[in-house]
């Protein structure tokens, strides 16, 4: 039902049932926010969202009120004004002047409201907050004094990871995000997934860097720098630096990474596509033995380390294949080396990838031969673009340069592998093509893609029935197990944590919006439909590799290197 | 202690948040504090992360996780009490025992709170030690009645 | 005891008629102690009276009627409010007016009781004498309710409060009560409870001031399948001691209310929020409880109505903000006791999502007074927006203090002159303060506003929950603003920004003014200046936009401090002054030469060194380096340290 409420002496329509914010966001009116996050119920915490409505004594918060029809609101009032710039004075008055240093600086939601609201000087002075820095966790760093305790990364942890790692530790001014114990994080339950930092408005929570690291090994001639990067990584490496994004800019990427100073550039993708097709064969030998036991993906790291600690008991059916940044990784330390002649000692191996979860995966024990890790350093999206901006390359004028061999290329299906579903779809549609000569229905894949936290299709494989299951962000365990509990039985099953995919993953800018990621979804999804080699089976390129190189190679032949373990995790659930 | 835990664990029904403060107050009463142990424990029973049962814990004054003092001196502040000087008493809690508000020392012997109004605002201001109240508590009095009380502590 | 009990029940309680025949009230009577044979003396024993040695009194008169008086009856009784008088000693002689003695320690008992068991009545000790019909009047002696502690004072709320034994449920219901429960339950409908409340004007006691029986009609009228009555005895207000008066010494009553009020909205749990640390009262309430639940006031198809009730009670884990409604829910759920976003209220979706009515102590207090006496009755006390009493816990600096009831209506100076009979040691009033820590402070001609909802609500002060907490000259009031700062600032839950960092700032602001400056460029006089009119507008964006009451109401009291004693915070920022001499900080000590023995006592105790001399000469303080501690002063032995 629509009807009319009044703003700022105009008349507007709203419609019964909504939020006074929604109606004015739809009718133009901007209001700032701070605690408000999209999709999840308001809490009422940061009182950033005031307007004034006329017969309340007090002013009340735009972005939980549901608008009445008689409503009379004034949204920039002098009162309002005042109110939210003296919120925002508030925050400020403690607040570490970090601005020049800040993690999250030009992206930083409170210094944008300073701005907005023309904050020009200190009016209301304060004690500072003691600072308290948590580094201990292997890809997220914890600056407490800069937290403006909206909320947000608790709510997310809880309702979207459902990891529960965060929450507010004690009450009034001495509150502060933390987990369990009010330990460091690397003892906590955290998996690394880093939704909170996307989430977090300010620089209280943000990705541990490596580039001081990759710096200093850039600089080492002794040593050969090699990096690799994930399909995602050049989409988001445009955004950083603001140019438009095509199908050819991963060719830019790899010239700009080699004037880095990057000995040799190679594509994750490549791993990605042995990923799928070794967990294609699996899949196919566990299809003929009749074997009962499901198949599960291991590829999101963040999953991993949550099945780990919460759901033991699955450790035996998650799949023992390496992840694709892995696979890379080893075959970087193995064969490229063995190729170049070169001790695997001698090279530094970086990773760039939209993860942040595969900083922590880089360092997990069964992630290292002979006290060799496969990946040395792992930075993200935001994190490369700092460094390509450091080293003062011009984009325009760059000549698009192929990845090197024998890691050039990928399938389309790799980059599928990014978003939620995709994995999945890549390894049935793989073991298919494997048995039959064809793919499977396009029709039925697709239901793989959309629809919810939990997916499912079957697949008819000689009158036998394969069912897959996608978890899309880890609210959909619950769906699962509900369901195995009442004795369905899936044969794959894919997990990431990260809703949507790796698409959302918390490496990726800050800037980079809903609607852009929608599109880049898009991208894969038509590349898909058109690319020849759309799957790892039908690439000459990952041919080549197994038959010439991974074959020929005594020490890697039995594909040992692509596999790791997994086991039960003690930490403070 | 752990078979305390769990038989009090079993008097409620598992994985009832509702009945979370009641338990944890109830083994804070048997045990003293919560200990790692005990939150553990109960997040397992309930079916809540530690770290959810410890943000809650951290919450309310009342939980506390290291083990009280033998000697539990609360001081009230409240209106009435600071009108009549309860600000001095704290002062010279303070400066004997060397504690801020809710810690214990270290040799277990005294720990101290704050509260406001006991109860007895005309006879401010109010002190209690180990649950018996005082009233008309000077400053002066302070050391002369916890020594005394450390000193049949350290003597039983 | 079983045949006492189906007595009370069947010839009482499920009588159909409010008059008794002649018999049972004479058994009644007996219960009630009003007929009795032996002498009585009934102890005072509420926590107040426990602060001031009640248990030991209770102990050396047991230990004197065992040596003398074997026949003699002793009763812990509730307590009837006067602080000043504790312990609170009330004898009664068989068919003889009861006599009321105050402050009577243990090593008092022996005198007192020899005394009076031989009619040799020592008056020092003497309050007054109260009886009823048919009992035999001391002469000579003035009645309690000539007092004027007592005069001014309607007690209806509080008419039982140390009358009877609060763990009997017996007295309590020789006394009237339950009577009205039964009833109710058995006769009248849902609908018929809530408008029977609406009518009588009954408004809620914890300081808004919210008509309760609406607040009932929009819980009844959800449509819901379950609900849930909350009594809030939380009680954290600083100073106020009302609620836990009236759980420990009348506790039945309160149950009947909440008996009364589940049924009213259909509730069949009633949960007790409880205060935490007062394990006496817990103790009493929990057994009245039991012994409710015995008599089959509490339970399953209770009296054959065919109403379920169950009462929990659950103690508060310790947080000021979780007495606000939406944190109690929180608290109650399991969760940290932050409050929650309004809409929706609770009386649409609370505990468990389902409709909830919280209601104060002392609104259900008044609750089976009205089922019994009619809306009419509570209509006719008070004024007439405000009807009935209200009850405020009167501390401080006044002369008497403790727990009184007035009729609404009433002035503050009424109850300040009359009531608390003044001030202290003849000291001055500076002000009065009602409503807790976030109360506003009342002065002068404003002394004179009638305890009325709207009257005060008019004049921006709040009533609050019960607090009337006296202050005389001797209190700093920006020193005293600063400590309810403090409190507000460490019982802020966090949640909302204006009150987080609100009270935080402003507390720091405060601390400014009363402190020595530490450094430069904090200490300047134009900085606390430039401080205080920021305490304004953070004051007023803290008003306007916090969550929860506690941060909308957090600077009143320094609002009202700036307006009624601007010239002491003028004093405190430009001349660095303090004249009620509280503020440390802001004093000069000086040492006098002629008495200064040059002991060094004061100089080794200095925490900041300040103190400078040679042994055995006069030594002198450095005044930039003295932080105003005043340990020098403590320390002195000859006076020779000088306060300016
Ligand atoms: C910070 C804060 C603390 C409160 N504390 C109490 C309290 O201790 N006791 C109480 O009865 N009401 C308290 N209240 C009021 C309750 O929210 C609620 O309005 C009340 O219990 C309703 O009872 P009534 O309708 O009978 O007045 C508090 C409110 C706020 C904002
Ligand atoms: S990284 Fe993920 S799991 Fe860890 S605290 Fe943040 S949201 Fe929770
Ligand atoms: S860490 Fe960031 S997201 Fe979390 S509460 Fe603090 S400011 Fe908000
Ligand atoms: S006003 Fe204060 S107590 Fe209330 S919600 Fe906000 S922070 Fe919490
Ligand atoms: S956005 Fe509305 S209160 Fe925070
Ligand atoms: S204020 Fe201390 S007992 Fe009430």
């Not at chain 1, 040593?223 to 955004?239: D, N």
């Not at chain 1, 799957?535 to 190679?553: A, M, R, T, V």
């Not at chain 2, 403060?21 to 809540?48: F, T």
């Not at chain 3, 008066?245 to 259909?266: F, K």
Request: aromatic share 8%; glycine share 8%.
């Amino acid at each position: 039902m629509l009807f009319t409420i009044q703003v700022n002496n105009k008349k507007i329509k709203a419609e019964k049932g909504e939020t006074i914010l929604s109606a004015l966001n739809r009718n133009g009116i901007k209001i700032p926010t701070l605690c408000r996050m999209k999709d999840f119920s308001p809490t009422g915490a940061c009182r950033m969202c005031v307007v004034e409505v006329e017969g309340r004594d007090r002013l009340v918060t735009a972005c939980s009120q549901p608008v009445e029809e008689w409503m009379k609101i004034k949204t920039h009032s002098p009162r309002v004004i005042t109110a939210r710039k003296t919120i925002v004075e508030l925050l400020l008055s403690n607040h570490p002047d970090d601005c020049l240093y800040c993690d999250k600086k030009l992206n930083c939601e409170l210094q944008r409201l300073a701005e907005e609201l023309n904050i020009r000087e200190r009016r209301i002075k304060a004690r500072k907050i003691k600072p308290r820095l948590d580094q201990s966790s292997p890809a997220i760093v914890r600056e407490l004094s800069k937290c403006i305790l909206c909320g947000r990364c608790v709510r997310v942890c809880e309702e979207v990871v459902t990891a529960n790692s965060l929450d507010f530790i004690r009450k009034g001014s001495l509150t502060h995000v933390g987990p369990a114990m009010d330990r460091d994080f690397n003892f906590s339950s955290c998996i690394h997934c880093g939704q909170c930092v996307m989430m977090c408005p300010t620089g209280a929570l943000h990705e541990k860097h490596n580039i001081a690291e990759v710096q200093d090994f850039l600089n080492n001639t002794e040593i050969v720098k090699v990096i690799q990067y994930s399909p995602l990584v050049a989409s988001g490496i445009a955004e950083e630096l603001g140019i438009r994004f095509n199908r050819d800019f991963d060719r830019i990427l790899n010239s700009m990474l080699r004037r880095i100073g990057f000995d040799k550039v190679f594509l994750t993708g490549t791993g990605t596509d042995i990923c799928i097709y070794e967990l294609a064969e699996q899949l196919g030998r566990n299809i003929e033995k009749g074997d009962v036991k499901p198949l599960y993906i291991s590829a999101c790291p963040a999953w991993v380390k949550f099945a780990e600690q919460f759901i033991p008991g699955i450790l035996t059916n998650l799949s023992t294949i390496k992840s694709p940044q892995q696979i890379t990784g080893v075959l970087i330390k193995t064969l490229i080396a063995d190729q170049a002649g070169i001790k695997p000692e001698k090279i530094f191996s970086v990773s760039a990838t939209p993860c942040m979860a595969m900083k922590f995966e880089a360092r997990r024990d069964g992630m290292m031969r002979k006290g060799i890790s496969d990946v040395d350093s792992v930075m993200t999206v935001r994190e490369l673009a700092r460094l390509i901006r450091l080293y003062g390359i011009d984009v325009s004028n760059i000549e698009p340069e192929p990845a090197d061999e024998p890691m050039a290329g990928r399938s389309s299906a790799a980059s599928l592998a990014e978003v939620s579903g995709g994995m999945a779809e890549a390894v049935i549609r793989t073991t298919h093509f494997l048995k039959y000569g064809i793919e499977p229905d396009k029709q039925l894949m697709k239901r793989l893609r959309t629809g919810g936290s939990f997916r499912e299709i079957t697949v008819m494989f000689e009158g036998k029935e394969v069912s897959v299951a996608v978890i899309d962000s880890l609210t959909g365990l619950a769906k699962l197990k509900a369901l195995v509990d009442a004795g369905k039985h899936y044969d794959l099953i894919e997990v990431m944590t990260c809703p949507g995919g790796c698409i959302n993953g918390a490496g990726l800018p800050f800037s980079f919006s809903g609607s852009d990621r929608k599109n880049r979804v898009k991208m894969i999804y038509q590349a898909d439909e058109v690319d020849a080699v759309n799957l790892p089976c039908k690439s000459p390129l990952l041919n080549n590799l197994y038959n010439k190189f991974i074959n020929e190679n005594k020490e890697i032949a039995d594909k040992k290197i692509f596999h790791t373990h997994f086991e039960k995790r003690n930490v403070l659930l | 202690m752990n078979t305390e835990i769990d038989s009090i664990l079993k008097k409620y029904k598992p994985g009832r948040r509702d009945e979370l403060i009641p338990l944890m107050q109830e083994i804070q009463d048997v045990n003293g504090h919560l200990s790692e142990e005990a939150i553990v424990k109960i997040g397992n029973y309930i079916g809540l992360s530690t770290t959810k049962i410890y943000g809650l814990a951290t919450f309310y004054d009342q939980f506390r996780f290291i083990p009280a003092g033998k000697i539990r001196v609360t001081v009230c502040n409240g209106t009435s009490c600071f009108l009549n000087g309860s600000k001095a008493v704290i002062n010279a809690i303070r400066e004997l025992t060397g504690l801020q508000p809710g810690q214990t020392a270290r040799d277990g012997i005294f720990s101290y709170e704050i509260v406001t109004c006991m109860g007895g605002c005309n006879n401010g201001p109010v002190i209690s030690i180990n649950d018996e109240y005082y009233p008309y508590v000077k400053p002066e009095q302070i050391p002369e009645l916890l020594n005394k009380l450390k000193f049949i502590i350290e003597n039983d | 005891m079983e045949d006492l009990k189906k007595f009370l029940i069947n010839e009482v309680l499920l009588f159909e008629s409010d008059t008794l025949p002649a018999d049972t009230e004479k058994r009644l009577q007996e219960i009630r102690r009003e007929r009795t044979s032996k002498p009585v003396i009934f102890i005072s024993s509420g926590t107040a009276g426990l602060i001031a040695g009640a248990g030991k009194t209770f102990q050396a008169a047991q230990a004197f009627i065992g040596d003398n008086e074997p026949g003699a009856e002793i009763v812990k009784v509730g307590c009837s409010g006067p602080a000043n008088f504790e312990p609170f000693v009330c004898i009664q002689l068989p068919g003889k007016n009861k006599l009321f003695f105050r402050n009577i320690t243990e090593d008092k008992v022996d005198t007192l009781l020899n005394g009076v068991f031989h009619n040799d009545i020592n008056k020092d000790d003497l309050v007054g004498q109260q009886g009823g019909r048919g009992f035999e009047l001391w002469p000579g002696i003035q009645f309690m309710d000539e007092i004027s502690f007592f005069a001014r004072q309607r007690r209806v709320v509080l008419n039982n409060c140390g009358c009877y034994d609060p763990e009997s449920v017996e007295e309590y219901i020789a006394r009237g009560g339950y009577k009205s429960y039964v009833k109710t339950i058995r006769h009248y409908t849902y609908e018929e409870v809530c408008n029977i409340i609406e009518q009588s004007g009954l408004r809620g006691r914890s300081g808004g001031g919210y008509p309760t029986g609406l607040k009932w009609k929009q819980a009844l009228n959800t449509g819901s399948s379950s609900r849930f009555l909350i009594c809030n005895a939380k009680e954290s207000d600083p100073g106020a001691f009302t609620d836990r008066l009236m759980l420990e010494s009348d506790p039945h009553r309160l149950i009947e209310g909440i008996a009364i009020a589940a049924y009213a909205i259909g509730a069949s749990t009633a949960i007790i929020f409880f205060r935490r640390g007062s394990e006496h009262a817990y103790k009493r309430l929990k057994r009245a409880i039991e012994s409710a639940r015995d008599y089959g006031l509490i339970g399953h198809n209770i009296m054959s109505s065919g109403f379920n009730l169950d009462i929990i009670i659950r103690k508060e884990p310790g947080a000021f903000v979780c007495g606000e409604e939406t944190a109690l829910v929180s608290t109650l759920e399991g969760r940290r006791g932050m409050p929650q976003l309004k809409p929706p209220y609770p009386t649409t979706s609370g505990l468990y999502g389902k409709p909830t009515v919280i209601n104060n102590v002392e609104t259900l207090m008044n609750v089976p007074l009205i089922m019994q006496n009619g809306p009419e009755w509570f209509n006719s006390l008070g004024t007439e927006k405000s009807p009935g009493t209200k009850v405020f816990a009167v501390a401080g600096k006044g002369r008497m203090s403790g727990v009184v009831e007035v009729e609404m209506g009433t002035t503050v100076r009424e109850i300040l002159d009359d009531i608390a009979d003044g001030i202290k040691e003849g000291k001055e009033l500076k002000a009065v303060q009602l409503g807790g820590a976030s109360g506003s402070f009342i002065t002068g001609d404003s002394l004179d506003i009638p305890v009325d909802y709207d009257a005060m609500k008019e004049k921006g002060i709040g009533m609050g929950a019960g607090g009337f907490i006296i202050i005389d000259e001797t209190t700093c009031m920006v020193d005293l603003v600063r400590h309810l700062m403090e409190f507000m600032h460490t019982e802020s839950c966090g949640k909302c920004i204006p009150c987080r960092e609100g009270t935080g700032r402003m507390l720091e602001i405060l601390e400014s003014v009363i402190r020595k400056p530490v450094s430069e460029d904090s200490g300047t006089t134009l900085e606390r200046f430039k401080g205080v009119m920021q305490l304004e507008t953070i004051a007023s964006v803290m008003r306007d936009t916090s969550l929860c009451g506690l941060g909308q109401t957090a600077p009143n009291p320094f609002l009202s401090a700036l307006k009624n004693f601007r010239d002491e915070f003028e004093e405190h920022i430009f001349d660095r002054k303090c004249r009620a001499n509280i503020c440390r900080g802001l004093r000069t000590f000086t040492i006098d030469v002629d008495k200064c023995t040059g002991c060094t006592a004061c100089a080794s105790k200095c925490p900041v060194n300040a103190i400078y001399g040679t042994r055995l000469q006069p030594f002198f303080i450095v005044e930039d380096k003295c932080i105003g501690c005043g340990i020098c002063y403590d320390i002195c032995k000859f006076s020779a340290i000088k306060v300016k």
